[in-house]
């Protein structure tokens, strides 16, 4: 993206109809750090890769508790996400102390959309940087919603953000049929090995209890938990006795790109002839099998 006339105010339209500095506030979410979400008919999964700004620096949290029964998972700028948190944490309270209930989720999530679709409107603001992964359980069961910096929100039985996310979203578009009736441990294996994808293809970034956040929330009246550093270790190690996709890519191309291996005789060559004689039986010598370039080229 570059700048042009019509990115310097939220307010103004460019001729193709769009708004750039939404498009830039979208943009930030795919600079973000990857966060992969799944969902059974009893518990929702949160994963996320933490980034370090040094080797000397603390992580950036990317897991918000927000009640017992709602966890976030953000990609995208990280100060925008806690804004967001603490609005959605003082929404649920709320809520709780007027009607002595736990907050619906899709309402909180409906809530969030409405406070970002404001920032695209108004000049004065600027579109939040970041989008959210909300996974929680209400009455009605598990729910897992993304929301967007445009206002937008959807939900999902899987879902991937961030950073190479498209790799972990090819991997759950093959297995999310079968996380439906999924125990909790599987649908935590099964959010690793997403969240893994993202990283496959990447040269400096190895997935590691060290970089590896997981949150979990189910119907069972437990609240939320956070996994972090050792709790994290027996699902990365896991990890080892499964190829990743970008492995098994690797391996289909070495085979392509192997070179065929040549006949020792042309197909189009004769048979041998038996001694004493011709192949056909006549006194005419046999002819002489084709040269290895001739070979090749009938190949």
Sequence with gaps: MFRNQYDTDITTYSPQG???????????????SASVGVRSK???VLATLKRFASELSGD???????????VIAISGLTADARVLSRYMRTETQHHKFMYEEPMPVGRLVLQVADKCQISTQRASKRPFGVGLLVAGVDENGPHLYQTCPSGNYFEYLAMAIGARSQSAKTYLERTYTTLADADVEALVQAAVTALRETVASSKDTELSAKNTAIAIVGSDGAPVRILENAAVQPYIDALDSTPS??????????????????PAVAPDAPAAAPEGGSPAGGDAPAEEPPANGAADMQT
């Design 18 to 32: 769009r708004l750039h500095q939404v498009e830039y506030a979208m943009e930030a979410v795919k600079q973000g």
């Design 42 to 44: 009893t518990h929702v």
């Design 60 to 70: 950036q949290k990317k897991l918000f508790a927000i009640d017992d029964h709602v």
């Design 245 to 262: 996709a970008a492995d098994d890519d690797d391996d289909d191309e070495d085979e392509a790109d192997a070179p065929a291996a040549t």
